[in-house]
């Protein structure tokens, strides 16, 4: 079944710069991969996601991309703020039937 | 988005009694539910998958008898944590989504602590 890799566990950056967490899965049938955050004591919630016909989309300060070929696809976080700490978990679908599965998930901390 | 209302944020039961938690969908018809539990620093690990009036699918390892899950309707779904012990202690999380290529909402999350 498909199985999904994240890294880094935790990532710590300062304030301003930017953030990069990865992620690869297993199944090449897979092609739906969304990201989503979650704050302490509360349920994760979509900030982007992307389609397999697509290998990079861009929200203001957030952008995914994907690598079909590799299998793996990225979240990029610019000019990061303190609101930004979060976990932050990928996820991959192989289409509407099928479940999400999940990525361990990313600690992400922003010093000022 | 739709909004996902899961009740209640926190409970703090006796070890052997029994806990709901309810998951509300208010501008969404739920027709699937997923439940997930979360351990500190983990991921999310489904537990059970319910369609709106029929019987739940379980993950593998999941007991059933334990976990009860019903789904009578498109806008209410509840986990009941039977005989419940400390090891049962985690965050509970509902989801709903009209399938597995589009966003999944979520609940607020459930805190269970048995002692």
């Known amino acids: 079944g498909e199985n999904v890799e994240q890294h880094p566990s935790t990532l710590s950056v300062q304030e301003g710069d930017s953030a990069v967490i990865k992620c690869t899965y297993s199944?090449?049938?897979?092609?739906?991969f969304p990201w989503y955050k979650q704050e302490l004591g509360k349920g994760p919630q979509l900030i982007i996601d992307?389609?397999?016909n697509v290998g990079e989309k861009k929200d203001q300060r957030i952008a995914v991309t994907l690598n079909k070929t590799a299998k793996h696809f990225s979240l990029h976080i610019t000019e990061t703020q303190p609101e930004d700490s979060a976990v932050y978990f990928c996820?991959?679908?192989?289409?509407?039937?099928?479940?999400?599965?999940w990525g361990a998930g990313t600690k992400l901390i922003i010093k000022p | 988005g739709a909004v996902v209302s899961q009740h209640p944020s926190w409970v703090i039961c006796k070890s052997g009694t029994s806990v709901k938690i309810e998951c509300r969908s208010l501008d969404f018809q739920a027709t699937t539910m997923f439940w997930y539990r979360q351990f500190p620093k983990q991921s999310l690990m489904l537990m059970a998958t319910?369609?709106?009036?029929?019987?739940?699918?379980?993950e593998q390892g999941v007991e059933k008898d334990k976990f009860l899950i019903n789904h009578a309707s498109l806008t209410l779904s509840t986990l009941t944590v039977t005989s419940a012990h400390p090891e049962d202690s985690s965050f509970y999380i509902c989801?709903?989504?009209?399938?597995?290529?589009?966003?999944?909402?979520f609940g607020q999350g459930t805190r269970l602590t048995v002692v």
């Open positions: 199944d090449s049938a897979s092609n739906y």
């Open positions: 992307i389609r397999s």
């Open positions: 996820a991959a679908s192989i289409g509407s039937n099928y479940q999400l599965i």
């Open positions: 989801s709903t989504s009209e399938g597995g290529d589009t966003e999944a909402f």
């Open positions: 319910s369609n709106e009036g029929s019987k739940a699918t379980y």
